[in-house]
């Protein structure tokens, strides 16, 4: 993910008004796709005889206590995106898209 991105969506970040200031939809579906493709390759060469090791020190080990668990974060991490995506189409009375 660009760093820009990153700094733009951190937690503690505020939002704007100003849409030019985020990448357009494109630009953000194109971002979902690659990122997926490589969590997907990452995964595809991971040895899976290191799934119950500690997960690395900078992960929360209440929430990532192993590899393991931190690559099941990775696999549904979008899917909380989309829950807070159907929050506020909802809040902002605007039509479902995902139902």
Do not use: N
């Not at 951190?10 to 997926?36: M, Q, T, W």
């Not at 192993?66 to 909380?80: C, I, V």
């Amino acid at each position: 993910m660009p760093q820009a991105t990153q700094d733009l969506f951190k937690g503690g970040s505020v939002s704007v008004a100003d849409p030019s200031r985020y990448p357009s939809r494109v630009e953000i579906d194109e971002l979902f796709r690659s990122g997926r493709t490589y969590a997907i390759k990452a995964l595809e060469a991971f040895d899976e005889a290191r799934w119950d090791d500690p997960s690395p020190g900078d992960a929360p080990a209440q929430f990532f206590p192993t590899l393991g668990s931190l690559w099941g974060m990775a696999g549904t991490h979008q899917f909380w995106h989309i829950g807070h995506l159907t929050v506020c189409r909802t809040a902002m009375k605007k039509k479902r898209i995902l139902t």
